[in-house]
């Protein structure tokens, strides 16, 4: 049986890291891109957060959660009508 406290604690760095690295870098292609956005927020899984999912879930392999990470793009979007 997979000790599930192991595997995340073993990958939470990894997460933590590329997370460090993806975020400045949609930051600058939406700035580059002229996208005008509010905020980037990121986040890496919390471990109860993912013991909640994988009971949910009923999930017996860890690598089926595909949410350790995310990342949320806040923008304004605004609809012109057509006269």
Do not use: C
């Amino acid at each position: 049986m997979i000790n599930f406290r192991e595997w995340y604690d073993q990958r939470k760095p990894t997460y933590i890291s590329l997370l460090a690295v993806v975020k400045p870098l949609l930051e600058t292609l939406v700035s580059n891109n002229e996208v005008h956005y509010m905020v980037i927020r990121g986040r890496v899984k919390e471990y109860d957060s993912f013991v909640r999912k994988i009971l949910r879930k009923d999930i017996d392999n860890p690598e089926e959660i595909n949410d350790l990470l995310g990342l949320r793009l806040y923008a304004l979007y605004f609809l012109i009508p057509k006269r």
